[in-house]
């Protein structure tokens, strides 16, 4: 039955980017915006009355002929990915693509989006790298400023009472998934991380609608179940994009669980609420929790991230952290001597990975890791 | 943060480079005037530093593009990271150990060779420890992620300067408040005060040499170009250390009249000028007394560099000061790389083409530069489209190891016989 319910989430992505739930979205007149970092405020996108969904690239490793002729080898194989899949059609359907200033392949592959695909509707947003006063302004500005481009392209008003719907959809998904990784807090977790990557990238690849009928299912189903015998080793993964839960699958098949992330496309897209009230205009709330949302590297300074995943760590009880960091990603690749001594203090060993977007985690991958275990169990012992 | 690597120290070389450098430039039969008062500017900037503990100066090392205008109106002594990193490569060839010290750090090789270089000349003590670290997000990634490690390494203090991505009325005024922050912090640290009148001298000057860097812009349209082959790095490196200060306003409005004086005469700067070239990107700096030789060989001057000299349009208030130097943060020629790539870089691209008569491109394709190099296929096919063929050079500004001397000769000769079979 869980693998029933896993598998929807499964469908979902092996039929990414043309899915079923798009292709029915878009036959019913609707309009699809693709967004390229956890800064864009989906929530715009849905009380607009479209469908946003995340544009990644492959989930695998692929050669990324096209994509590197556009961007040239010396850009992170995410970007690569994604611009590859945009420009060979895969993503002809979108109506729009909305960035942020975030880091420099986020900056330039909306550049060369806009240039060479075309894509009808774009907007890229300045992205603040403080969370001062005058920066959640400046902010607040920008969505506003995002908000005005796409009612004038939908044509139509994007109402306060469209914001606060689409607010507490997207919040429900949020708690949802947050009751989902305290199930990983257990001693037996009944779900290894490698299926949690299945969920979390169904999670921007369809409509929230869908996605939270389909997880509570899947909670109910797990919160029943029992998680079996504990393995031995408990980790937790940090870093910039990952996709493939086969690289996850790489690790756990090593003797351990996966049992917390902090990456783009797992705790970082969803951790925080949008929180309303105090007399807060629902496009302020949003511009807040955006800015200030579980931090990406880019952000200053960066004891605000590291703190946060210390105290991921200790409330999932991890023994031993894997960073990836997928080749030129610099704000990651910044941050990891920083990351690393910050670790060391809290007694938390790391293991740095380097790889590309989509890799399955290879043979010497497996061996660093295997090793690092060893390093791990004689500690735990 | 430490390394095992041994220190020399870079700024006492530096002064006997610049210096050997005057020396030499003053003994041709000829000596370019602007030349002189460039190295002088030099000598000074660097024994600046080297005296600053003794003369009791309050350092503040701070990346690209960081407006010095403010450290100058303070009387702080600026030590240019980035320029810094370069020189080292250019005037003393010694790179390697600093890029060995910066990857015992545990900095990734695709981190930009400077700034993993600079990481690690200070954990070697290579360069000597400022008051402060400043920096910024201008112009990429690897700007905004330097400053926090190289506080951690040098135990500075430091602040963090944020430039907004776009040219709104808001982010314009968010920068404004950014610097006026900024002044508060160096004022904290340093126990000076800003003095506000010198701050609208500064702008005042800044100004007037915004006016000379655009009329010496035009005059490199002349056919032949009187401006030495490579000479744009000079341009560069006077704004990034000098900006607003009186002697380079001198030495921009001597460089202006040396080039009035060669294109009244008629008179190039190599000796028989064939091919008009477009810069784009910095070429590798260890290399650039080699490829001075190769444009006199082969007749081929750079003279138009889009993104490092067309500066952009406007006019600084003095009597706004911290706003004109906001204001000026969106003229520098390469803030077209940083901003959204749209029609005004584009245009930029296609208008100096026709406006400089460019027979070929060349596109020093760092690879430690990503902003950069992802516009590398963007603007061969603006160029294409104008029939103008582009040669990408894969390098490293500071890194000797990723190309050779011979490679880059190989692949130029060959470019420059496809400009001639055309």
């Known amino acids: 039955m869980k693998q029933d319910l896993i598998g929807r989430f499964r469908e979902v992505n092996q039929t990414f980017p043309r899915t079923r739930e798009i292709i029915d979205f878009k036959n019913n007149g609707g309009m699809v915006f693709g967004w390229f970092c956890t800064y864009v405020p989906e929530e715009i996108i849905h009380a607009a009355g479209g469908l946003p969904i995340r544009i990644v690239g492959h989930s695998t490793e692929t050669e990324l002929e096209d994509g590197t002729a556009y961007f040239y080898v010396n850009n992170c194989s995410f970007s690569r990915s994604c611009l590859q899949l945009g420009l060979r059609h895969e993503y002809d359907f979108l109506d729009g693509i909305v960035g942020g200033s975030t880091c420099d392949g986020a900056r330039r592959l909306f550049d060369l989006w806009r240039i060479y695909i075309q894509t009808p509707f774009h907007c890229i947003m300045t992205v603040p790298r403080k969370y001062t006063d005058r920066a959640h302004d400046l902010y607040n500005s920008q969505v506003k400023h995002f908000k005005d481009l796409l009612e004038e392209f939908v044509d139509l008003p994007i109402t306060d009472e469209a914001l606060l719907k689409s607010i507490a959809l997207f919040n429900e998904s949020r708690e949802l998934l947050r009751s989902l990784y305290d199930l990983r807090r257990l001693d037996s977790p009944p779900i290894s991380g490698a299926e949690i990557m299945e969920i979390l990238n169904a999670s921007f690849r369809m409509p929230k609608e869908l996605f939270n009928q389909h997880l509570q299912e899947l909670l109910h189903e797990l919160q029943q179940s029992d998680g079996g015998r504990p393995k031995p080793l408990r980790i937790m993964l940090v870093g910039s994009v990952l996709t493939n839960p086969q690289f996850v699958k790489s690790i756990e098949d090593l003797g351990a669980i996966v049992v917390c992330d902090e990456l783009c496309t797992s705790t970082r897209y969803w951790s925080d609420l949008v929180v309303l009230g105090n007399g807060l205009p629902p496009l302020q709330a949003l511009s807040r929790r955006y800015l200030n949302n579980f931090p990406c590297a880019r952000m200053y300074p960066s004891t605000e991230r590291f703190d946060r995943i210390v105290a991921l760590a200790k409330a999932f009880g991890v023994h031993g952290v894997i960073s990836e960091t997928i080749r030129y990603c610099v704000p990651y690749a910044h941050d990891l001597p920083l990351l690393a001594d910050h670790l060391k203090q809290e007694g938390l060993p790391m293991l740095t990975l380097d790889v590309e977007h989509g890799t399955p985690g290879s043979g010497q991958i497996q061996t660093r890791v295997q090793a690092f275990f060893e390093m791990l169990e004689a500690r735990t012992l | ?422």
């Open chain 2, 1 to 422: 943060m430490t390394s095992s690597l041994q220190n020399t120290n870079r700024i006492d070389a530096l002064v006997r480079a610049t210096r050997l450098m005057y020396r030499m430039s003053k003994a041709r039969p000829e000596p370019r005037q602007s030349e002189l008062l460039y190295y002088q500017m030099l000598i000074r900037y660097y024994e600046r530093l080297l005296k600053a503990r003794e003369n009791g100066d309050f350092v503040a090392a701070h990346t690209v593009f960081f407006p010095s205008e403010v450290l100058y109106a303070m009387d702080i002594a600026p030590m240019h990271l980035e320029t810094t990193s370069w020189m080292t490569a250019l005037f003393l060839g010694e790179y390697a150990d600093l890029l060995a010290a910066g990857a015992e750090l545990g900095l990734a090789s695709e981190i930009c060779s400077p700034h993993r270089g600079l990481a690690g000349a200070f954990s070697i003590g290579a360069l000597p420890k400022p008051d402060v670290v400043l920096w910024s997000n201008m112009v990429c990634d690897n700007t905004a992620k330097s400053g926090e490690l190289l506080m951690k390494i040098t135990g500075c203090p430091g602040h963090f300067l944020d430039h907004p991505f776009q040219d709104s009325s808001e982010e314009i005024a968010y920068f404004t408040d950014e610097l006026k922050e900024m002044v508060a912090f160096l004022e904290d640290h340093s126990g000076r005060k800003m003095d506000w009148d010198r701050l609208s001298l500064v702008v005042g000057n800044m100004d007037k040499q915004l006016e000379i860097l655009r009329s010496i812009h035009e005059l490199r349209k002349a056919i032949p170009s009187p401006f030495h082959p490579q000479g744009f790095l000079e341009l560069l490196t006077v704004d990034y250390l000098f900006a607003g200060h009186p002697e380079a306003t001198e030495y921009l409005e001597t460089l202006r009249q040396e080039l009035e004086e060669a294109i009244a005469q008629g008179k190039g700067a190599v000796a028989k000028e064939r091919y008009r070239l477009m810069t784009l990107f910095l070429p590798p700096m260890y290399l650039i007394g080699f490829l001075e030789k190769m444009s006199q060989e082969f007749g081929a001057v750079s003279v138009a560099e889009p993104f490092f000299c067309q500066w952009g349009d406007g006019k600084l208030d003095p009597k706004r000061p911290l706003e004109s130097v906001a204001l000026k943060s969106y003229m520098i020629p390469e803030m077209n790389m940083y901003a959204p790539m749209g029609d005004r870089a584009i245009t930029k691209i296609r208008t100096a083409a026709q406006e400089f008569r460019i027979d070929g491109a060349i596109y020093y394709a760092d690879v430690g530069c990503r902003h950069t190099c992802a516009t590398i296929k963007l603007f061969k096919d603006i160029l294409d489209d104008m029939d103008i063929p582009v040669l990408t050079l894969d390098c490293d500004v500071v890194d000797p190891t990723i190309t050779s001397q011979e490679e880059i000769r190989g692949k130029l000769e060959g470019f420059f016989e496809l400009l001639d079979d055309r």
